[in-house]
């Protein structure tokens, strides 16, 4: 391990090798491949509907009932990480969520359904932090960036998920053939990780360089900070996840536009997670909470206007195209970022698993609770009451924030 460290010490003084940077493209790639597969989901969910049966409200629950999965492995997988190879945790991520996304195209009513979704929700968050906690501990120096270049791979995945999807409905003849495709994608990206990626650039010690060290942050991981970021990120599940499970089916079965349109406004969507890698170099050197402040108001009225003011596919594009910017490159990015900023280097793996932990138990029942408040009202009142009014309410909660406390990477 001495020798890991010391290799991991060089690159930092030193260019960032080639090899370096085809290890990082391989298991970004496998994180596009992971959101390929989320999209999927949302893109069929009324086709799915109809198939099974299934009402709104159970729809949404299914569509969200992942990041409950995501939710109960966030903090033990937090443990995992700081025992276990973080290449080895992201293999077996991998195989729990290839393995349950075949299972969907399987299901045969909404109880199996509802457990292989949380299956791949388990695996999804293996993946989603052995990533995090890789290029965050590599490239020490610029975390918040790190991670939204990480987002950046999620956004071309949500960009090409959808068209891929439709094209794998198209030739299969059915909505199973795009969960068989994105499950034998994930198995293929588990054997390229295998093959090329090395454990000089997965296993390096973040706090350990020869000239860079982290100063600052709690030496707990309760602390103020922590606290008043879990809050908001409990709140954020209900509003992302509100909005990624009944989003496509309010504009197929409310707006009545055609399954090709939609799949376009969805992969708006994920081009403005393409934008993330801005989010995450402005909170590198701006007040966290400023910025996520900034985005949260941003959230409040892009979701008003989604669901309420426009009935256009052009007017979609262009708020998708927002409310994918907003919801990776600023708030998503920034409030990860904040999260393992407000503790020292060795604590982080475990404050993504808060994070994670958080962020997901209340988006499992985002969709639901969005599809109850349009059977008891409205499309525009539910996006009032759980997008705009709790987006508005992060807004307030972010001035609790005190920046002065966060960590940050200083010269010896």
Known sequence: MNRLVAQGALAERTQIKPSILMMFGVILLSYAVNAMDRMVFPLLASDIRQAHGFSVAGTGLIATIFTLGMALAGWPTGILLSRYSRKTVLQIGALIFSAGTVSIALAHGFLDMLVYRTATGVGEVMQQMAIATIATTYFVRARALAVSITQVAFGLGNFSGPLLAAAAVSLYGGWQGAFFVFGAAGFAMMALIAIFVRPHFTEVKA????????????????????????????????????YLGLYSTFLREHLRFAPKEVAVIMCMFGLGGLLAPIGGWLGDRLPQRNLLAMGYIGLSIFGYLLFN?????????????????????????????AQIKAVKASLNARATGLFITCL?????????????????????????????SLAALCAVLCLFIRSELMSRPQHD
């Open 360 to 388: 997901y138990t209340t988006s499992a029942f985002g969709g639901y609770l969005m599809g109850f408040l349009v059977t008891k009202a409205s499309w525009g009142m539910a996006a009032i009451l759980q997008l705009s």
């Open 309 to 337: 003011q426009v009935h256009t596919v052009a007017a979609h594009c262009v708020l998708s195209l927002c409310w994918g910017f907003t919801h990776s490159g600023v708030v998503y990015v920034n409030l990860w970022g």
């Open 207 to 242: 706090e350990i360089t020869s000239s860079l060290r982290i100063v600052g942050g709690a030496d707990r991981l309760w602390n103020r900070n922590t606290v008043v970021l879990s809050i908001i990120a409990l709140l954020t599940g209900l509003i992302l996840y509100g």
